[in-house]
């Protein structure tokens, strides 16, 4: 989509009524005011469904709409020298948008409007309620495609840097877990539900294991749903939900992007990365094909003296995406995506103190290797009167490789820990819901999820290793989902919501020692119950409360000792919340939300290392968690914006299990008690043809804990990071500057890179030193 066009659309703002034919004449009488009150006029009278930013008509005024005519020939006439156009993007659907014939002669107030001043749906809810009406705590993160200005977010790196509420390890690019809230098990990934959910439109990536790190090419924008989902998303989603909301096909234009970076790192050697999309309209506007692919090569900064080796936490990532939308007519649509993408890691990015900055002393190579494949079919009736129905169904395959350096004295030689990890999943689920101009909607469901992991082991030296404990799981969860809203009063709100599951998992021993016993299934019924109570205080502020639950399953994993296998249990958590949503108050200059939380969570499962630096899996104990979250975005002039956002939390480990007990605390792991994000943007006039954005990005986490108990209660102390960022936009043509780590900070992200090393020399992982990076942009 060309720049100029994206500057002010996304369908966003809809008036729905009961439809009629989009050819059909009818009678309008709509006197000339405000183009916002004119617009919702024809769509009132014609009964269609009409979508616009409402930034665009903003000011704006029309000359009304009178006489007999179609729909589509209405909203022209009421458009009329307003700079926009309308689009047909189906049956009774129509978006406003801006005319590239007209753009060049915008008022610069309005060529100069933030595409994010919109209102933003939260899609993740199921239903798609506006985030400015989501009765709970939810971040809405736009990833740089709707507006051109803006810095962008490629990756799950940048976005736990930009967002204080979401936290990750630090082990590398794919080997990363992500925490929601402070919600945190512990620091490795292992066979327990990953604690929070990930999705890529409404297909699951993953049952367990760390984050997959796709790459944020060609995507609308990441949802965050905080606090346990369990009733709309099932077993796993304990902290909350990541949700990656990719760029449709569209089906009524042509459209391509060309985007390439290069980035110099010092101590580093140059990095590169390059992206391409093209949208391809099909069968007369029927259909659409868009295809992305990507090459992203970050080198490395970390030196290896015992290997003679300089930057050798070099990664390369490769994958691509093709999607296919048909109108299949009567309202039906159906999707079909299938993405890929490899990771190949040479060595982690962690450094051993002692030996100067930015060096490790492994004696092999530690590459990681991560592929993952996913495709998916969607069906959706877009009913704009009634129930709207989808069914969607997807399966993804994984296979993860990663060796580590196992050496220890007095063992002569270098000794190599192998794992290789492979899991498939299919996710499938039907779901129905309707929304009322009242307020009020309802959704049921049914979804099933069957998942199979498998983790093979071998330790010794790398050409004479032997098989060691392994564990085989297999999954299946099983579950019918509702909820719904009332309006109790004018303006006050009640939602109600439930799930019951049933799931079973089944574990067997790999290359076990013959008196490891097969591990016999167990099956479990669980009902989760979700329950908010939203009040509108006025236009754009919003009050709500809400009580959550959410479990992970059970299963079979690697026991302390090498050679043993054992179950684990449940865990459950239950989160109370209440918070205070702004949204575009003062003529739309300040947004913003405050909320606190407090959840309790019970027998927590957590991955683990023994003291030998082998993995293995347990239920640790009770956690207790309070947050207090905050953020605003304050534009006071067209010309300057402050956004700010922070997390402050309290965590414990209580009743905790033997050996797990701290003298001085027993904090979660990953949770800083402080984490925030300050961006302070400035918007120099230049003329009508060019725009810039200049921006001063500050981060900071503070100390945290790499883990539970004694052995793992190793300070991580936190650090503060400063970037530079401008973006310059003329026509078809974005060129973006980036300083990051202006300092050249060191910090410690993270304290452990090899388990097998812990006890041996302390480990850190440090900031990525000073880069400056420059990316062109080219689209239409």
Not at 4 to 21: D, E
Request: charge should be positive; proline fraction near 6%.
């Amino acid at each position: 989509m060309p720049p100029s066009k994206r500057l002010l659309i996304i369908a966003a703002v809809s008036q729905v009524a009961t439809p009629a034919p989009a050819a059909e004449r009818r009678a309008f009488a709509i006197a000339a005011g405000p183009l916002g009150s004119v617009l919702r006029a024809v769509a009132d009278q014609a009964g269609c469904e009409l979508s616009y930013a409402e930034p665009a008509v903003r000011g704006l005024q029309s000359p009304g709409v009178h006489g007999a005519m179609t729909t589509h020939t209405a909203l022209v006439r009421a458009l009329a020298g307003s700079g926009l156009k309308v689009r047909e993007a189906g049956a009774g659907r129509y978006i406003i948008e801006v005319d590239q014939a007209a753009a060049g002669v915008l008022p610069l107030e309005m060529a100069e409007r933030d595409a994010r001043d919109t209102d933003i749906v939260v899609t993740g809810s199921k239903r798609a309620i506006t985030e400015a009406r989501f009765p709970g705590a939810v971040r809405v993160i736009s990833t740089g495609s709707d507006d051109p200005l803006f810095p962008g977010i490629h990756n799950s790196s940048e976005l736990v840097a930009r967002i204080p509420l979401l936290q990750s390890t630090a082990f590398g690019v794919g080997r990363d877990k992500l925490f929601v809230r402070g919600v945190a098990d512990s620091s490795f990934a292992g066979p327990t539900q990953a604690t929070v959910g990930h999705y890529f439109g409404d297909t699951r990536l993953l049952y367990s294991g760390p984050d997959p790190a796709l790459r944020l090419v060609d995507t609308q924008q990441v949802e965050i749903l905080e606090g346990p989902q369990g009733t709309l998303y099932g077993a796993g989603a304990i902290g909350g939900i990541v949700r990656i909301v990719p760029a449709a096909p569209d089906a009524g234009r042509f459209g391509y992007r060309l985007e390439g970076s290069i980035a110099a790192t010092q101590n580093g050697r140059a990095s590169h990365d390059l992206d391409g999309v093209i949208n391809l309209p099909l069968m007369a506007g029927k259909a659409a094909l868009r295809l992305v692919g990507y090459h992203d090569l970050e080198r490395g900064y970390i030196d290896n003296p015992v290997l003679g080796l300089h930057a050798i936490n070099t990664s390369r990532i490769n994958g691509g995406r093709a999607a296919l939308r048909a109108d299949l007519g009567g309202a039906w649509t159906v999707d079909l995506d299938a993405l890929g993408q490899n990771i190949a890691t040479a060595d982690p990015q962690y450094a051993q103190r002692g030996f100067g900055p930015l060096v490790m002393a492994a004696h092999l190579r530690q590459p990681y290797r991560d592929t993952i494949v996913l495709g998916s079919i969607s069906v959706r009736y877009d009913n704009p009167s009634g129930p709207k129905i989808l069914f969607n169904m997807g399966a993804v395959r994984r296979s993860r490789q990663l060796r580590l350096d196992a050496s220890r004295p007095p063992t002569i030689g270098p000794v190599a820990y192998d794992e290789h990890t492979s899991s498939s999943l299919l996710d499938g689920e039907v779901r129905m819901w309707q929304k009322y101009p009242s307020g009020a909607d309802w959704l049921v469901g049914v979804s099933a999820v069957q998942n199979h992991t498998a983790a093979q082991r071998q330790l010794g030296p790398p050409d004479a290793q032997r098989d060691i404990s392994g564990v085989d799981n297999r999954s299946l969860d099983l579950a019918l989902f509702g909820e719904g809203t009332i309006v109790v009063a004018r303006g006050l709100t009640s939602s109600v919501g439930g799930r019951l599951t049933h799931a079973r998992i089944d574990g067997q021993p790999l290359a076990a020692r013959p008196q490891s016993a097969f591990i016999r299934g167990e099956a479990r019924t669980r009902f989760d119950l979700t329950t908010s109570l939203a009040e509108q205080l006025k236009p754009g502020l919003l009050l709500y409360g809400r009580y959550s639950q959410g479990f992970r399953s059970g299963g079979l994993a690697v026991a302390a000792g090498v050679g043993r296998v054992a179950a684990y249990k449940p865990d459950s958590v239950a989160v109370w919340e209440a918070g205070l949503r702004a949204d575009r108050l003062w003529d739309g200059k300040l947004s913003g939300t405050i909320g606190i939380s407090r959840t309790l969570w019970q027998n927590i499962q957590a991955d683990l290392v023994a003291r030998n630096g082998f993995p293995f899996t347990a239920n640790i104990g009770d956690g207790r968690i309070s947050a207090l979250e905050a953020s605003l975005r304050f534009r006071p002039t067209p010309r300057l914006e402050l956004e700010a956002e922070g997390l402050f939390t309290r965590s414990d480990l209580v009743h905790p299990e033997p050996g797990y007990e701290r003298e001085n605390g027993n904090d979660l792991p990953d949770t800083p008690k402080i984490a925030y994000s300050t961006t302070l943007s400035w918007f120099p006039p230049i003329d009508l043809t060019r725009r810039l954005r200049t921006s001063i990005i500050i981060q900071h986490q503070s100390r945290s804990r790499f883990g539970a108990g004694p052995l793992f209660g190793i300070d991580q102390r936190g650090y503060t990071n400063a970037d530079l960022a401008a973006t310059l936009l003329r026509g078809r043509f974005r060129i973006g500057a980036v300083l990051e780590n202006i300092a050249n900070g060191r910090g410690d992200r993270f304290a452990v890179g090899n388990p097998f090393q812990m006890l041996l020399r302390r480990q850190y992982t440090p900031l990525r030193p000073r880069t400056f990076r420059l990316t062109l942009t080219i689209s239409g």
